[in-house]
């Protein structure tokens, strides 16, 4: 251990810090900061702090990972599902559409944790979804809130194209 301050940005707005040299507050605050400067033009979507412990060749991540986001830039698919007072229930509960999905993919076949392959899984179900079908590979995630909100008629979005006619029963 060299005392200096270990932490490095990792792209996507990462930044880590060996716990023991930066105590999570202390990583906390200066990804606060990352925040405040990483707006605009060059706008990060999220600053993550990623800390970690161990000795050099073990070292592990510790579970005070903490994200600071920007906030949306416009109304999201929840906040209209909610103007139009429709519930959103977490999963266990009765509902109509049922969505099971990642944002991101990593490959279990590796033992990173980095996103590592191009696709992401996606499992609808409901009552008045149609079995079976397969939707190949989309163009963007956006294609599913855009789906949604065609599924509750609160579209359209600024971004994606609704597969809801392909799975809707009885379309």
Known sequence: ?????????????????????????????????????????HGVARVIARPFAGLPGSF????????FSLPPPRKTLLDLLGEANLAVVGIGKESDILVVAADHECDPTTPSTDH???????LISGKKIRSGVDLGARGTFADLGQTIAEAFQIGPLEAGRSFWERIAEGT
């Not at 251990?1 to 990583?27: D, Q």
């Not at 592990?60 to 994200?67: E, G, N, Q």
């Not at 590592?116 to 996606?122: A, E």
Request: net charge positive; aromatic share 8%; charged share 30%.
């Open 116 to 122: 590592s392959r191009g696709y992401v899984p996606l």
């Open 60 to 67: 592990y991540r510790t579970k005070r990972r903490r994200d």
């Open 1 to 41: 251990m060299t005392g200096t301050w270990p932490a490095r940005c990792a792209g996507k707005g990462r930044v880590k810090g060996h716990e023991p040299v930066i105590p999570p507050e202390e990583l906390y605050h200066i990804c606060r900061a990352a925040r405040s400067l990483l707006v605009g033009k």
